[in-house]
């Protein structure tokens, strides 16, 4: 199943848990559940957004955006992050006014039932999302798939909360906890917007893939061939890669270009997905950017 298909299953387990929670909260009157609803009202909006970024990062590249659209899934996990900071606070908000006004909680049998049951959906699909996300490596559906694992936390917490609250008479249990699940998601909703921002300043690829695509080019490495200045990124689900590759000045263009589509033949066999851009320069020959991060392999 494809990434865009996961976020449209997202969309629909988190109409089903919506009503779920709000069913829960309706027959309860738990402001706690209530916070979880809110949550998952967030995993709707969160997940829809998404499902339209992913769908523009998949449109090839064209004459505005030649490197493609893969970046469009940051702006995704972005939202979401900013999405449920909102969440937090409308929490933070109801928790503090029923702790000033407690109340009593009603048929807490029938509601704890519901809000199980939307923990189950929402962990199993995150737990699928999660898996594939990193297969695709994707951030929109990560983003997601970190959402919803938080959401059944969330849940959890509250499902034992409110038990503590029927075992003990302590109605201020229920407005504490929904504030401790505000502060959980403003915590997750700060990483998400963090990673996103991340993402849009170019950020370089994983030690692992670095060291699997020098490895790559070690294989190739002659006292007449060298490689240096190998400088990485990633845009979304693409990767890039810029270096040199010097060798002797006597040697035909033919011979030269041979090599380097050898050379990014396996790198890309090495990393998939990865774009490398091969500078060719004779071995007596340095070319320098002026960016300080860049140095010999």
């Known amino acids: 199943m494809q990434v865009a298909s996961y976020l449209k299953l997202s ?8 009503a779920l929670k709000t069913g829960a ?3 309860t009157g738990s402001v706690g559940l209530l916070s979880d609803a809110l949550e998952s009202l ?3 909006a969160g997940a829809s957004f998404a499902l339209v970024m992913v769908t ?3 449109q090839p590249p064209d004459d505005e955006h030649p490197y493609g659209h893969h970046k469009a899934e940051y702006f995704s996990s972005g939202f979401e992050g900013v999405l449920i900071g909102v969440a937090s606070a409308a929490i933070l908000w109801a928790a503090v006014d029923r702790l000033l006004h407690p109340q009593p909680l009603e048929q807490l049998g029938i509601g704890l039932a519901l809000s199980l049951l939307a923990t189950v959906l929402n962990g199993s699909l995150a737990w699928a999302m999660l898996k594939k996300a990193r297969e695709k490596r994707s951030i929109a559906l990560e983003g997601d798939a970190r959402h919803l694992f938080t959401d059944v936390w969330t849940s959890v917490g509250v499902v034992a909360g409110l038990v503590a609250v029927q075992l003990s008479g302590w109605l201020w249990l229920d407005p504490v906890i929904a ?4 502060l959980n998601i403003l915590r997750e909703a700060v990483s998400l917007v963090r990673r996103s921002a991340d993402g849009l300043m170019d950020h370089a ?3 692992e893939v670095v060291a699997s695509i020098r490895a790559t080019l070690a294989q190739f490495e002659h006292h007449t061939i060298r490689f240096d200045h190998v400088t990485t ?3 979304g689900q693409r990767r890039f890669a810029d270096l040199h590759m010097h060798m002797p000045a006597s040697w035909s263009l033919g011979r030269a270009a041979a090599l380097r589509r050898s050379v990014d033949q396996a790198l890309m066999s090495a990393v998939p997905g990865l774009r490398a851009s091969i500078q060719l320069l004779p071995m007596d020959v340095e070319a320098h950017f002026d960016d300080q991060q860049d140095a010999p392999l």
Request: charged fraction near 10%.
């Open 11 to 18: 969309i629909a387990v988190a109409v089903a848990t919506i």
């Open 25 to 27: 909260w309706w027959l």
């Open 42 to 44: 967030v995993n709707l």
């Open 56 to 58: 523009l990062a998949a």
């Open 179 to 182: 504030i401790a699940v505000a």
């Open 205 to 207: 690829l994983e030690p």
């Open 233 to 235: 990124r990633r845009a």
